[in-house]
């Protein structure tokens, strides 16, 4: 932070004559970027290696070492770790998995947004604060009754091969809404909040009901917090570990990011082989994060900037 | 959801008061139908999925049960608790690392994401590349992050003890599996994704900081780093608030990472890989596992209590 005057011009532009030092003005910041590029150079590298090391066979590494440079680079490992890890069901399952989550949590938290934003009644922000608690709260804290209610929930064999919510996609799906409800009914109805209460108004004295008010008027107008949330909340859900982990028993139920921990111990000694599983599973929100990167960062900073 | 006149707006925004209020009694009885069903549901929700399991979380820690037969639950009052204080070794070593996690995350992994974010939000050649690189590992799980990191410090195939020159060699540290150094290499790695984070929302933070404020600074000839401190950083008091919210709670219920390495030992006990470990797995000790849910959730509801009375304080 060497560098006072050509920083205090902020527009992108910077139309303003730069104050200050004469000096300063031509002096590049030679400091910022060495520093810039040194970080980012150490935030590729555990990325980088585990390309590095999915781009080899095993042979080669085993031969030359995995420091180096000698053999073949392919994608052989990938298409091993596809087929022996079921890569296939387990991204499945994840999609089984985060599309209807995703769409239940909008859903249910932008109604609830909605009825706490646009309306005023005695406990809307006693609820709306305890909806925002519940998502801070750490999942591990309700594990065991989670795990118990599943249990003893009972659900016909045709059903669930447990017999219970237990080992089913319902349960996960469930505790991934109710969980993230919370943090999007925040957002949003800060977001609801701040459109202007007159376009509701000239509707309700149109005559729209309440749902027309919500679906037809302001759930549009929330398009933009929506798709952010949602490519948040996509990529949230698929990151999901724990729920998984405690609700489904079955290997060939998991999805991806749970999945993971299993192949762990299948390609135990295999470091190639996991390096490329590794690979496949950032993938898919690769994609989404290179696709809707504004969306996503401003779903991250639409939770934190209203508080 | 008794009936109550009023306006939403005029609560809660207070600053424009609009011409034709609503009142909640002047909507139609299938409006408040209508009404009642978008509230009741996802609150039916949030009360069955989360609080309800809280509660019962936290008396089942005054229990003794398998997690089998409801009929073998046994009233236990504090034992589980003196157990876990006393006679439970792994209790003090999780306490102390999630304090560590929570001090290293405030110390060294959020002031990096802030100083990345000043430096970045300077127009910069080249920043949008650069903010790309550092906020990626934000978008991966934690579970991955574990993976990844495990392929960098492996004993013998890994990149850092290569670059150590230690590999295959007696003095090449197993980085995660050694149990006086794993906590700290999973804590480069919990800083890899948590500084990208800091840095995404500070950015955001500092582009809402009005350029008059600097402009005036500088003429008053204050420099960058008094601008920063003095102005700057004060002016961003909500997102510092969020900041130290995150922090904290990122420290509380790191979970997937240990898990992924080790489940939680050897070196890497945290308090939500107890309660985990006391719920699965041969034991089977429901009270001793929710007395430790307890604990956590009490020690969680601080910073949120604190969090949540600061941002609907102008609500209320």
């Known amino acids: 932070m060497s560098t006072t005057t050509t920083r205090a011009a902020a527009p992108a532009g910077a139309t303003t004559p730069r104050r200050g030092k004469p000096g300063s003005l031509a002096r590049p910041r030679y400091g910022i970027h060495l520093f810039l590029i040194i970080m980012s150079v150490l935030w590729l590298i555990p990325l980088g290696w585990a390309m590095f090391t999915a781009l080899r066979p095993k042979a080669d590494t085993d031969k030359f070492g995995y420091f180096s440079f000698g053999g073949a680079f392919n994608f052989d490992n990938f298409a091993t770790a596809w087929t022996q890890g079921g890569f296939a069901s387990l991204l499945t399952n994840s999609l089984i998995i985060v599309v209807p989550s995703v769409i239940f949590t909008l859903l249910f938290a932008s109604m609830m947004a909605f009825a706490v934003s646009r309306f005023s009644w005695k406990f809307n922000v006693t609820l709306l604060i305890m909806f925002t608690a519940g998502n801070l709260l750490p999942p591990q804290v309700l594990a065991a009754p989670l795990f118990q209610m599943f249990k003893n929930f009972e659900l016909p064999y045709s059903v669930s091969g447990s017999g219970s919510l237990l080992n089913t996609y319902f349960a996960v799906i469930a505790v991934d809404t109710a969980f993230q409800i919370g943090f999007c009914t925040f957002v949003l109805s800060n977001y609801m909040k701040a459109l202007p209460h007159d376009i509701t108004e000239a509707a309700f004295v149109d005559g729209a009901g309440v749902w027309r008010q919500y679906w037809a008027i302001i759930m549009p107008l929330t398009r933009p917090a929506l798709a952010a949330l949602g490519t948040l909340e996509v990529i949230w859900i698929y990151n999901d570990f724990f729920w998984p982990l405690l609700f489904i028993q079955s290997g060939n139920l998991l999805p991806v990011t749970t999945g993971l921990n299993n192949l762990q111990g299948q390609f135990l000694s295999n470091y190639n082989l996991m390096a490329a599983g590794a690979i496949i599973t950032v993938i898919p929100t690769l994609i989404i994060y290179l696709a809707l990167q504004r969306q996503f960062v401003a779903g991250l900073t639409l939770g934190a900037s209203k508080g | ?316």
Do not use: C
Not at chain 2, 250 to 261: C, G, K, N, Q, W
């Open chain 2, 1 to 316: 959801m008794s009936v109550i006149t009023g306006d939403a707006q005029a609560k809660a925004g207070g600053a424009k008061p609009s011409g034709l209020r609503r009142r909640y009694s002047l909507l139609t009885r299938r409006d408040k139908v209508v009404l009642a069903a978008m509230v009741f549901v996802p609150t039916l929700i949030q009360l069955v999925l989360i609080w309800i399991p809280t509660i019962i979380s936290v008396l089942l820690s005054f229990v003794r049960w398998n997690g089998l037969a409801f009929s073998d639950i046994r009233p236990a009052g504090l034992a589980n608790y003196t157990f876990i204080l006393q006679d439970y070794p792994p209790f003090w070593p999780a306490l102390q690392h999630n304090v560590l996690w929570l001090v290293f995350l405030a110390v060294i992994a959020t002031p990096l994401g802030l100083l990345l974010a000043i430096l970045l939000d300077q127009n910069i050649r080249g920043s949008r590349i650069y903010q790309s690189i550092f906020f990626a590992p934000v978008m991966l799980s934690l579970v991955l992050i574990g993976v990844i990191w495990q392929l960098f410090y492996s004993q013998n195939n890994g990149l850092l003890n290569f670059l150590l020159g230690t590999s295959g060699t007696p003095q090449a540290v197993d980085w995660f599996g050694n149990p006086d150094v794993n906590i700290w290499a999973a804590l480069i790695a919990a800083t890899w994704r948590h500084a990208g984070y800091v840095m995404i929302l500070y950015l955001a933070g500092l582009k809402g900081v009005d350029a008059s404020l600097r402009e005036a600074a500088s003429l008053d000839g204050a420099n960058a780093v008094q601008t920063f401190f003095r102005i700057i950083f004060p002016v961003m008091r909500p997102i510092n608030i969020v900041i130290v919210v995150i922090t904290i709670i990122e420290s509380l219920r790191a979970f997937d990472i240990v898990y992924i390495i080790n489940r939680g030992t050897n070196g890497l006990e945290l308090i939500s890989a107890l309660v985990i470990q006391n719920l699965v797995g041969e034991g089977q000790v429901i009270g001793v596992g929710s007395a430790l849910a307890a604990i956590l959730l009490v020690v969680s509801l601080v910073p949120i209590v604190i969090y949540l009375s600061r941002t609907f304080k102008k609500d209320a």
